[in-house]
């Protein structure tokens, strides 16, 4: 139940005789007779309509051509936004006497039950604290000796949801004063009018302190599934989401298997010479990883600082998969639209990926828009395609990439304000938690069976 939903049945169990003890008392005067109550009361109650047992004083507001009503104010005067189910202890603005006296606004005393009658705050009320006129928009309710002012500020209170179905117009809703003087208000004894107003206003500050929980509880769900996915690609770079086998190998011997791999693609010219990465310090390692596991630069591992492949647009085929940084979901890497040149205008150069390459959105990076390629294709600068050597995971690589420790590297270094992109170095010197390829599947297998759940919790 919602602290909102709370308050109401509080307020409604309280106006129907349950929720103080009902006494056999008959109130002071003679109920009507009526068909259709809105809900059920006790025997010992009686229906009445608000205008039969009270005064009601209409506001007016001085003319804004005037500027001598509106200064050196010393009248106090109320908007209907001061109605906000609560007590009102201020002015909305002073006007002065010129201005009161050229408007037919009536003073309304300490006590007046205020309800507004248009607007965003129609049917909501407030409990006048001091001596005030109001505006055309509020009207004050003035009850009588056999109906406590605090009784029936609660009640109508309570009584809003039914206002607000009745109210004239949708955009600006709107109720009269004569509707308000209709309205049927359930009557007791002075006695249990006052019980029920102690009964509620003990009841109210601990729905005030439920819904401070509740609001806390709200947020603290509503944040848990990104958490625990945050929790779970961290905890998989780690090394604490499988288990290590020793005879899986380590991430030292897959090290040297990469860089073996790539002094032979250098030397056949498929491989363009890099300049050498510095040595990881003991100073930047982040976290500890499993001793089978070995720490490398991300440029030591991939291509992504090499040479990307390029198609002019009059090479471009109508067939072929264009896809933009606007066709791929935030935080997940979801293709939301699947697109061919032909349905696109393309100019200008485009970059060539293929299927299996990672692909990576160095424009605004905190959205994480990282995939693997289901499918040959191209796509704009911003979005960069690489390869993991040594039969690396892709997929491991892709939750490394948005794991919260590669994001927070990432996103600090990134520069440009209203477009941010990070820098080829930032990319390449990031520190890789290598494990070995038989683990990395097994991470990601794991990953994959959490990440659902996390989906679920939403």
Same mark, same amino acid.
């Given at each position: 139940?919602? !602290?909102?939903?709370?308050?109401?049945?509080?307020?409604?169990?309280?106006?129907?005789?349950? &929720?103080? +003890?009902?006494?056999?008392?008959?109130?002071?005067?003679?109920?009507?007779?009526?068909?259709?109550? %809105?809900?059920?009361?006790?025997?010992?109650?009686?229906?009445?309509?608000?205008?039969?047992?009270?005064?009601?004083?209409?506001?007016?507001? !001085?003319?804004?051509?005037?500027?001598?009503?509106?200064?050196?104010?010393?009248?106090?005067?109320?908007?209907?936004?001061?109605?906000?189910?609560?007590?009102?202890?201020?002015?909305?603005?002073?006007?002065?006497?010129?201005?009161?006296?050229?408007?037919?606004?009536?003073?309304?005393?300490?006590?007046?039950?205020?309800?507004?009658?248009?607007?965003?705050?129609?049917?909501?009320?407030?409990?006048?604290?001091?001596?005030?006129?109001?505006?055309?928009?509020?009207?004050?309710?003035?009850?009588?000796?056999?109906?406590? %002012?605090?009784?029936?500020?609660?009640? &109508?209170?309570?009584?809003?949801?039914?206002?607000?179905?009745?109210?004239?117009?949708?955009?600006?809703?709107?109720?009269?004063?004569? +509707?308000?003087?209709?309205?049927?208000? %359930?009557?007791?004894?002075?006695?249990? #009018?006052?019980?029920?107003?102690?009964?509620?206003?003990? &009841?109210?500050? &601990?729905?005030?302190?439920?819904?401070?929980?509740?609001?806390?509880?709200?947020?603290?769900?509503?944040?848990?599934?990104?958490?625990?996915?945050?929790?779970?690609? #961290?905890?998989?770079? #780690?090394?604490?989401?499988?288990?290590?086998?020793?005879?899986?190998?380590?991430?030292?011997?897959?090290? #040297?298997?990469?860089?073996?791999?790539?002094?032979?693609?250098?030397?056949?010219?498929?491989?363009?010479?890099?300049?050498?990465?510095?040595?990881?310090?003991?100073?930047?390692?982040?976290?500890?990883?499993?001793?089978?596991?070995?720490?490398?630069?991300?440029?030591?591992?991939?291509?992504?600082?090499?040479?990307?492949?390029?198609?002019?647009?009059?090479?471009?085929?109508?067939?072929?998969?264009?896809?933009?940084?606007?066709?791929?979901?935030?935080?997940?890497?979801?293709?939301?639209?699947?697109?061919?040149?032909?349905?696109?205008?393309?100019?200008?150069?485009?970059?060539?990926?293929?299927?299996?390459?990672?692909?990576?959105?160095?424009?605004? %990076?905190?959205?994480?828009?990282?995939?693997?390629?289901?499918?040959?294709?191209?796509?704009?600068?911003?979005?960069?395609?690489?390869?993991?050597?040594?039969?690396?995971?892709?997929?491991?690589?892709?939750?490394?990439?948005?794991? !919260?420790?590669?994001?927070?590297?990432?996103?600090?270094?990134?520069?440009?304000?209203?477009?941010?992109?990070?820098?080829?170095?930032?990319?390449?010197?990031?520190?890789?938690?290598?494990?070995?390829?038989?683990?990395?599947?097994?991470?990601?297998?794991?990953?994959?069976?959490?990440?659902?759940?996390?989906?679920?919790?939403?």
């Amino acid at each position: 139940m919602t !602290p909102q939903e709370l308050k109401e049945s509080i307020l409604q169990r309280a106006f129907e005789g349950k &929720l103080v +003890y009902v006494s056999q008392d008959s109130p002071n005067i003679k109920g009507l007779d009526v068909d259709e109550p %809105p809900f059920d009361i006790p025997e010992s109650w009686r229906w009445e309509k608000i205008g039969n047992i009270t005064d009601a004083l209409a506001g007016a507001t !001085p003319s804004t051509a005037k500027p001598e009503y509106w200064t050196n104010g010393t009248i106090s005067w109320l908007a209907s936004g001061a109605c906000q189910d609560c007590d009102v202890t201020e002015a909305t603005k002073l006007i002065s006497q010129a201005g009161y006296d050229g408007c037919s606004t009536k003073m309304m005393p300490p006590s007046t039950v205020m309800i507004a009658l248009t607007g965003a705050t129609a049917g909501k009320v407030g409990f006048l604290k001091f001596e005030s006129c109001g505006n055309q928009s509020i009207v004050g309710i003035l009850p009588c000796d056999i109906l406590e %002012p605090r009784y029936l500020f609660y009640y &109508l209170m309570a009584s809003r949801k039914r206002v607000l179905a009745d109210c004239v117009g949708s955009a600006q809703p709107h109720i009269s004063k004569g +509707y308000v003087l209709k309205m049927l208000v %359930p009557i007791p004894s002075i006695a249990e #009018q006052k019980r029920i107003v102690a009964k509620i206003q003990e &009841l109210l500050p &601990l729905v005030e302190r439920y819904g401070e929980a509740w609001t806390k509880l709200e947020e603290f769900n509503h944040k848990f599934p990104g958490d625990m996915k945050k929790s779970i690609l #961290q905890q998989a770079i #780690q090394g604490k989401l499988v288990e290590q086998r020793p005879e899986e190998g380590t991430g030292e011997k897959l090290y #040297q298997q990469i860089q073996a791999e790539k002094q032979k693609l250098i030397k056949a010219g498929k491989l363009k010479k890099e300049k050498p990465l510095l040595e990881i310090s003991e100073d930047e390692i982040p976290f500890e990883i499993p001793e089978s596991w070995k720490w490398v630069r991300f440029g030591d591992v991939s291509s992504y600082a090499q040479r990307k492949e390029k198609v002019s647009a009059i090479n471009i085929s109508a067939d072929m998969w264009s896809l933009d940084l606007e066709d791929i979901e935030k935080d997940t890497g979801k293709i939301t639209n699947h697109c061919l040149a032909c349905d696109r205008t393309i100019s200008g150069d485009k970059v060539k990926f293929k299927t299996g390459n990672i692909l990576y959105s160095k424009l605004r %990076p905190y959205l994480k828009k990282v995939l693997v390629a289901p499918a040959d294709g191209i796509c704009s600068s911003e979005i960069v395609p690489f390869v993991m050597y040594g039969n690396i995971e892709p997929e491991y690589a892709r939750y490394f990439l948005i794991s !919260p420790f590669a994001d927070g590297i990432v996103n600090s270094a990134s520069y440009g304000v209203k477009m941010p992109r990070v820098s080829t170095d930032t990319m390449t010197s990031l520190c890789f938690p290598l494990p070995p390829l038989a683990e990395q599947k097994r991470i990601v297998a794991k990953i994959e069976e959490l990440l659902p759940l996390c989906e679920k919790l939403k």
